[in-house]
């Protein structure tokens, strides 16, 4: 448990200390799960999501927030790392994951159900952590709050 929060202080000590060009990394958790994510919740930063990055930690990635409930549809566009991404409700539950392989746009993954949120992280994420449906997305409250375009 200590090892995890010295992980996590140098990698919050590495973003104040390297400037401002670096992603703005939230805390949250998928079941019993931390990770730390860069949050996509109006229509540009939903469009651009991952595209271009060259490299994701291995406990970090984004979430894409929707205005409302409906069938999510992603796809790997400009993106040159496997994903995964997982599907949640309105109540945070995990309704599916797929994983993303690195095809150029050509393969949409889409949400069994009407869904709000899409977390995207590296590919296996979801199995490492045996995170399977019904595990339950929690958001801090000041994510909750913020405007969602």
Not at 69 to 80: E, T
Request: hydrophobic share 50%; aromatic share 8%.
């Amino acid at each position: 448990m200590q090892l995890t929060f010295i992980k996590w202080a140098i990698l919050l000590l590495s973003l104040i200390l390297f400037g401002c060009d670096q992603p703005q990394l939230h805390p949250i958790k998928v079941g019993k799960s931390d990770a730390l994510v860069e949050i996509a919740a109006n229509y540009e930063s939903r469009s651009i999501g991952l595209m271009h990055r060259e490299a994701l930690l291995e406990n970090s990635g984004m979430l894409f927030i929707f205005p409302q409930d409906q069938v999510l549809k992603m796809w790997m566009l400009n993106v040159s790392i496997p994903l995964d991404v997982g599907f949640f409700d309105r109540q945070g539950r995990l309704i599916n994951v797929h994983t993303m392989a690195v095809d150029g746009g050509e393969t949409i993954h889409q949400s069994e159900a009407p869904a709000r949120y899409a977390l995207e992280m590296r590919a296996g994420w979801y199995a490492r952590n045996n995170l399977n449906s019904g595990a339950l997305l929690q958001i801090p409250k000041v994510l909750q709050d913020i405007a969602v375009e």
